[in-house]
């Protein structure tokens, strides 16, 4: 009897933990991580803001949380409405919805009580700013661009759009200013981060090919799969990515001192580094480069961002 009880409260925390997981999987965790730390390293460069404030850190944590929720949503959305594609490829087959172990509807429901949850909180404890602009990209991104990857490769465009505005939403919140002269960082974070999308993702679709060919989706450049013409266009959008880079120096969100001269140099090498790998990428032409090229960008997000941050006027 004893066993029994045992084996039943086991199989209880069993079925929460992979009830748990699954809520992870369908917010796509990292991904959702990775843009709401866009936000809160924005919100942080913008004017008069600061971590070391123990009001600010509070801040900080509802931004992250309501922007948790914001993306959570929209890749629930995402998976929802993809459910069928995700089911057929290896590397989404696993999938809550895709798999069958959670409903559309259970995941629809998810999507819209934790995107109400998170709009209101950066309504409420932001401004009205941040939560429209926030609702801009949440619907974008699971109603146009989601849809529109079956279509044409202008998807990676469209996308690129709300993968960016996290950026612009974390300065918005700190500010208020959507397009008046003190939203110029706000834009100039929202440039850099658009462009860095284009190299960013053209690898990862040049790793997934296969399996996005599989699904229909219609995501790098050329109609032919990875070819120079797709590793061009990667160099091409990296090499933008360096005049953007000057940009915050020279409108004056960070330091003119030895901070900001340094913050550039850091700008201009990651920026460097970023066309070196993407030409690497043309002249070899194969799984390896483009898989340098993904690791790069990741890397180059996160020392761009905390370099602005520590040099910010």
Sequence with gaps: MQDDKITIANSGSFVLATKVKDYFLLIKFTLSFMVVFSTAVSFLIAPNETIYVRSKIISV???????MLITG???????????????IMKRTANRPVASGRMSSTEASAFAVI???????MYAYWFNYQSALISL???LLYGFVYTPLKKVNSIAVLVGAIPGALPCLIGWVAATDDVFGIGALGGWILFGIQFLWQF???WAIAWLAHQD?????????????????????????????MIPFGMLPYFAGMIDTGTRGIVCTGILFFCNLWMVFVSVLLFINMDVKSARRVMFSSYFYLMIVLLALF????
Aim: charged share 15%; no cysteine.
């Design 61 to 67: 944590l509802l931004l992250f949380i309501g922007g």
């Design 73 to 87: 949503s929209a890749n629930a959305i995402n998976q929802v409405i993809e459910k069928d594609t995700d089911a």
């Design 114 to 120: 934790t995107g109400v949850i998170g709009l209101f």
């Design 136 to 138: 801009f990209s949440l």
């Design 199 to 201: 190299p960013h993702f």
């Design 212 to 240: 996005y060919t599989t699904a229909g989706f219609k995501l790098l450049p050329g109609d032919k799969g990875p070819t120079k013409f797709t590793a061009l266009q990667t160099i091409i959008y990296s090499a933008m």
């Design 310 to 313: 520590v040099a910010k006027v």
